[in-house]
Every structure is written in structure tokens, then in C-alpha cells.
Nanobody, 122 residues
Framework: QVQLVESGGGLVQAGGSLRLSCAASGRSFSSLAMGWFRQAPGKEREFVAAISMSGGSTYYADSVKGRFTIARDNAKNTVALQMNSLKPEDTGVYYC???????????????WGQGTQVTVAS
């Protein structure tokens, strides 16, 4: 079993930045592809970003491309999401996710964190 714990959410003004972090335990971190999803109020959860086991490949939703950066540290068992130029529509609960495979459609994951709230004020 894999445990994922997010941190770093909060309230920020539009145009500002936040950095989310996720700590993983319970299994070899380097054997997991990692990702971030988000869920806005009244909407379905959506994919945000993903990173391969080695960190050599990344993949972003079009809505965040160029503004968000996903990175991982396999020595520390952590994955981070740097969010810049935040917009009110980025508001939501952000979930850290882990998958057994990086490839394939990132619509679901094998393991989920509890989520952390991000609120972007206009």
C-alpha cells in the first residue's frame, strides 16, 4: 500500500505562486509514476500533471502548461507541483496521485492522497 500526504495549499492572489508537495511512503518511490489532479467545486476531478518514474518525462494538462511545473526527488520520496501565474479558475482541491505505469491515459490513478485546498482570489 502507498500513502501519499500533500502539503502547501493555501490562499493566494491571482498572479501569485504556490508550491505543493507530496510525500510518499509504503513502497519504492522510484517504481511509481506520480501525478497531480484537482477538483473544483461542483466539477469532476481533472488531471493536472504527471511525471515518469525517473523524472525524465512530464505531461501537463493544456490549461496549466507553461505555468505549472512538476518535479520529483526520488532520494526524498517527494513530488512537487510549482504553480505560477495562478488564476481564479485554478481554485480547487489538489490531489497527489501515484500509478504503477506512466503510460496510458491519465484519467485515474492507483493511489490517492487526501488533497490540499488551493484558493486563488481575483
Amino acid at each position: 500500500q502507498v500513502q501519499l500526504v500533500e502539503s502547501g495549499g493555501g490562499l493566494v492572489q491571482a498572479g501569485g505562486s504556490l508550491r505543493l508537495s507530496c510525500a510518499a511512503s509504503g513502497r519504492s518511490f522510484s517504481s511509481l509514476a506520480m501525478g497531480w489532479f484537482r477538483q473544483a467545486p461542483g466539477k469532476e476531478r481533472e488531471f493536472v500533471a504527471a511525471i515518469s518514474m525517473s523524472g525524465g518525462s512530464t505531461y501537463y494538462a493544456d490549461s496549466v502548461k507553461g505555468r505549472f511545473t512538476i518535479a520529483r526527488d526520488n532520494a526524498k520520496n517527494t513530488v512537487a507541483l510549482q504553480m505560477n501565474s495562478l488564476k481564479p479558475e485554478d481554485t480547487g482541491v489538489y490531489y497527489c496521485a501515484a500509478r504503477n505505469s506512466y503510460y496510458g491515459r491519465w484519467s485515474e490513478a492507483n493511489y490517492w492522497g487526501q488533497g490540499t485546498q488551493v484558493t486563488v482570489a481575483s
